[in-house]
């Protein structure tokens, strides 16, 4: 029995292909292979299909081939613009799932700041990123692009004294190009999983 998540990436693959775009590759951007378009999706292979997505060797969580599938549909020939980044709330119709992004992704990776902090260097090379410097603030910052043309940029503090560890993730200027804004919110709740994931 197909759940209503799969049926969503079902309908979304078959939006996608019913008039498959001459330029998808381009705008992916993605290797093409037939009917199959290959590019790295949250730091592993991703293969979009006519009838499947598979990140890694597996169909990825629903949740996740929704967001690729999404990604799919709105692809265009429009680059990344990374500055000036822009934090989550100032993406228009972002209220409604504001308080969700700050639990789920601002707030998770939290109680892991000293691990996350030892393997910026993982981190950045799975995820096609790269360290950031003196143009965000924070104890250490990094920039990573769960997909192609949607980079996030970390932001954390250390606890000190004063103050507990925290976290700010940012979006590059442009990322609500690229999927609708609820599709935002996802991208960074499972960026903040497959860091954290990156660090067991």
């Known amino acids: 029995m197909v759940d209503n998540y799969a049926k969503i990436v079902q309908d979304n693959l078959g939006r996608l292909y019913a008039e498959l775009p001459d330029d998808l590759a381009r ?9 199959r378009f290959i590019f790295d999706a949250f730091g592993e292979k991703c293969v979009i299909g006519p009838k499947r997505i598979t990140l890694g060797e597996e169909e990825p969580s629903s949740v996740l081939g929704i967001l690729i ?15 000036p980044l822009k934090s989550f709330k100032e993406f228009p119709g ?9 639990t789920h992704t601002e707030r998770l990776p939290v109680p892991h700041v000293p691990g996350i902090k030892g393997r910026v260097q993982r981190i950045t ?47 590059s200027n442009n990322a609500n190009r ?3 804004v609820d599709g935002l919110a996802d991208v960074g709740e499972y960026t903040s999983r497959r860091i954290l994931n990156i660090i067991k």
Not at 27 to 35: F, K, V, W, Y
Not at 69 to 83: E, K, R
Not at 137 to 158: M, N, Q, T
């Open 27 to 35: 705008n992916l951007p993605a290797e093409q292979e037939g009917e």
């Open 69 to 83: 599938s999404l990604y799919a549909l709105n692809a265009s020939s429009d680059t990344c613009v990374l500055s």
């Open 94 to 102: 972002s209220t409604p799932y504001a308080g969700a992004f700050a």
């Open 125 to 171: 090379k799975i995820l096609k990123g790269e360290k950031v410097g003196s143009q965000a603030a924070g104890d250490f910052s990094f920039i990573v692009y769960p997909l192609p043309k949607v980079a996030l940029c970390y932001v954390f503090y250390e606890a000190d004294d004063d103050f507990p560890s925290s976290a700010t993730c940012l979006y």
């Open 178 to 180: 690229f999927l609708p």
